[in-house]
T-cell receptor
Framework: DTAVSQTPKYLVTQMGNDKSIKCEQN?????MYWYKQDSKKFLKIMFS???????INETVPNRFSPKSPDKAHLNLHINSLELGDSAVYFC??????????FGPGTRLLVL | GENVEQHPSTLSVQEGDSAVIKCTYS??????FPWYKQELGKRPQLIID?????GEKKDQRIAVTLNKTAKHFSLHITETQPEDSAVYFC??????????FGTGTRLKVLA
């Protein structure tokens, strides 16, 4: 009965590769988010979708592309991975104006 | 742009003492202020929140206060226990979707 789930949990890859992270929520929320948490623990919002529509698109390299096939899913595709992309990526979801719930995180390490 | 300042960045207290973490926000339209606790290797989880029409809220050993005029809000933890050790994040939310997180406070409760 996991509320917000992400796959994979860990991702180790070489520079230059392309990878995807998937997120699913079963809370019936209408809004989903991607955050990047670096080694200093800063939580930086990257994207947000509301009812499959992109509503927040922060200053993020265009190598990062989110996709929301439906309200319950938000995926993140990263092209040409760089060392600086190493971080923990959290998905989150919320209902209109209410509390955000985070997924367990995907630990990405680029070698 | 919008930002949330959070202090201190690290805080060590003796078990049983109180801990206070302070945040200041810049966007006067902010109307919702959640606090998240993130234990090592885990996801951020909501511990308490407050809306702009309330000045204080308590839940057992934790409380949050809000001063809208000064754009300050604070988290108070009383009778701290070792399991309170974690990173704590404040956030300010304006409109419906965008959370602006503080930079986090690493709390250590010394037994």
């Amino acid at each position: 009965d996991t509320a917000v789930s992400q796959t994979p949990k860990y991702l180790v890859t070489q520079m230059g590769n392309d990878k995807s992270i998937k997120c699913e929520q079963n809370l019936g929320h209408d809004t989903m988010y991607w955050y990047k948490q670096d080694s200093k623990k800063f939580l930086k919002i990257m994207f947000s979708y509301n009812n499959k529509e992109l509503i927040i698109n922060e200053t993020v390299p265009n190598r990062f592309s989110p996709k929301s096939p439906d309200k319950a899913h938000l995926n993140l595709h990263i092209n040409s991975l760089e060392l600086g992309d190493s971080a923990v990526y959290f998905c989150a979801s919320s209902q209109y104006g209410k509390t955000q719930y985070f997924g367990p995180g995907t630990r990405l390490l680029v070698l | 742009g919008e930002n949330v300042e959070q202090h201190p960045s690290t805080l060590s207290v003796q078990e049983g003492d109180s801990a206070v973490i302070k945040c200041t926000y810049s966007d006067s339209a902010s109307n919702y202020f959640p606090w998240y606790k993130q234990e090592l290797g885990k996801r951020p989880q909501l511990i308490i929140d407050i809306r702009s029409n309330v000045g204080e809220k308590k839940d057992q050993r934790i409380a949050v206060t809000l001063n809208k005029t000064a754009k300050h809000f604070s988290l108070h933890i009383t009778e701290t226990q070792p399991e309170d050790s974690a990173v704590y994040f404040c956030a300010a939310v304006s409109g419906t979707y965008k959370y602006i997180f503080g930079t986090g406070t690493r709390l250590k409760v010394l037994a």
